[in-house]
């Protein structure tokens, strides 16, 4: 190989290795894990069912990463958190710009819009700096148990089923993947007093977009989300009734490409959907490359300031999902806890934001700042060697939903991580472990819980 290319070969993992942990899952509760395990000296496999890590923060399209800081002043989290914002930010504004300033949107804050491509550099050289084995097209299929202690995971790799031990195996699936396939008790139920399911979304971005006309017209640089801005959410349900097929609610984020805008969307929120299931997820993406095309059929027709010649750019990585399985841990975080911030002596994470629209009862979920996530919550009832972080970690779906951004997500992870590293150094499970020492470790990192 030519020395002198900037191509390298990837940490890729060792099958027959015992590795400390093994995080299934590369969004942003994986990065947080893997991250967070190998800062503390731990042999870390990260594997990820998709063609990419990041997760929503590569597949949205330059979709704010909300709560990479604790608010709009930039206050640090630390961590991870200080990690992954520092190599961003060494690419300049090519990769990132700053996210909203004016929020009027609890779910939004400490943000940057970041270059999906850029993303994915970043997160290979993260791996490759701090030690962690990594690779992707690897989905979990299987699990591997002595008794009741999880002891390793099975992908399908492209050569096959492919199997990997771990001392402790972090599920950041999103989707609960490793705790459904070992047993564990999961939920798959929408809201608990009246059923409603979040959207799934597929993002998508359109280019030759006069974007300063564009965000002026709008008012600002603020997200359109439905129950707000009523004028424009008037002409999207007029056109929908005219035979369009446009989500019921858009929200615009600028990029750092000129004449690009990347648009968030409810993609299926019409049907709230159950979204554990390939088929439904195939029935997602065949709506959002119809909605996508629509979008912009109706952004000329109506000539929009600033997109009256807009195209299609491309769609998202994938089906975004906000809610699918959910562990059913030690501790199930409900929305009181999320909203009034119970003062948890376990708290290896923190929560910041908000919530997207809950149904047309409850527009929003408003949160305390800084509400605290106990370990409990990563912990299985009945299944060892395992913990289960991000949005699949236990909670209710109100407990999940509300800070739900992937700077929170990061935060989960990152908590997980460091206690399966502790796990690994004092030989012990992590029902065993006391979680005064991730506490002492996450400080020493500078997170301030």
């Not at 900037?6 to 969004?27: C, K, M, N, W």
């Not at 300049?92 to 400490?110: E, K, N, Y």
């Not at 089923?161 to 564990?184: E, H, K, M, Q, S």
């Not at 501790?331 to 009181?336: A, I, L, P, T, V």
Request: aromatic share 8%.
């Amino acid at each position: 190989m030519n020395t002198e290319t900037r191509a390298a070969y990837p940490r890729s993992p060792r099958q027959h290795e015992l590795y400390d942990v093994i995080v299934a899952g590369g969004g942003p509760a994986g990065i947080g894990a893997a991250l967070g395990a190998a800062i503390q000296g731990a042999r870390t496999l990260v594997l990820e069912a998709r063609s990419q890590f990041g997760g929503t923060a590569t597949a949205a399209l330059w979709m704010e990463i909300n709560f990479l800081f604790k608010d709009n002043d930039e206050t640090d989290r630390g961590g991870v958190h200080r990690i992954l914002v520092d190599a961003i930010r060494q690419w300049g504004p090519d990769a990132s710009i700053p996210g909203r300033r004016t929020v009027r949107l609890p779910g939004s804050g400490g943000n940057l819009n970041v270059h999906p491509e850029y993303l994915k550099k970043v997160l290979f050289d993260l791996f490759d700096q701090y030690g962690v084995d990594y690779q992707l097209y690897s989905p979990v299929v299987d699990v591997v148990k002595e008794g009741d202690t999880l002891t390793g995971v099975v992908v399908a790799a492209k050569e096959g089923r492919v199997t990997f031990r771990g001392r402790t195996i972090i599920d950041a699936t999103g989707d609960g993947d490793v705790a459904y396939l070992a047993g564990c008790e999961m939920e798959t139920e929408g809201d608990e007093s009246t059923g409603w399911r979040p959207p799934v979304t597929v993002a998508w971005a359109v280019c030759n977009v006069d974007c300063d006309r564009f965000f002026e017209w709008l008012g600002g640089d603020l997200e359109l989300v439905r129950h707000q801005y009523k004028t424009f959410n008037d002409l999207i349900q007029d056109y929908r009734q005219r035979g369009y097929n446009l989500p019921s609610w858009i929200g615009f984020n600028k990029t750092t490409v000129p004449g690009v805008v990347s648009i968030n969307n409810g993609t299926s929120l019409d049907l709230e959907l159950d979204c554990s299931k390939s088929e439904t997820l195939t029935l997602v993406e065949k709506m959002a490359i119809d909605q996508a095309l629509d979008f912009c059929r109706f952004a000329r027709e109506k000539r929009l300031p600033g997109m009256e010649n807009v195209y299609l750019m491309r769609t998202g990585g994938y089906a975004m999902a906000r809610d699918t399985r959910r562990l059913v841990g030690e501790y199930q975080f409900g929305d009181r806890d999320v909203m009034e911030g119970t003062g948890f002596e376990d708290a290896v994470a923190s929560k910041y934001g908000g919530s997207d629209p809950v149904g047309e009862q409850r527009p929003y979920l408003a949160i305390k700042q800084g509400a605290l996530f106990p370990y409990r919550s990563l912990l299985p009832r009945d299944v060892e060697g395992l913990l289960v972080a991000g949005r699949c970690s236990s909670a209710t779906m109100l407990g999940h939903y509300g800070g739900k951004s992937m700077g929170n997500m990061i935060s989960i992870g990152q908590g997980a991580g460091v206690a399966a590293a502790l796990c690994a150094q004092l030989d012990t499970l992590p029902r065993q472990l006391d979680f005064r020492l991730i506490q002492e470790k996450l400080d020493e990192i500078g997170v301030r819980l």
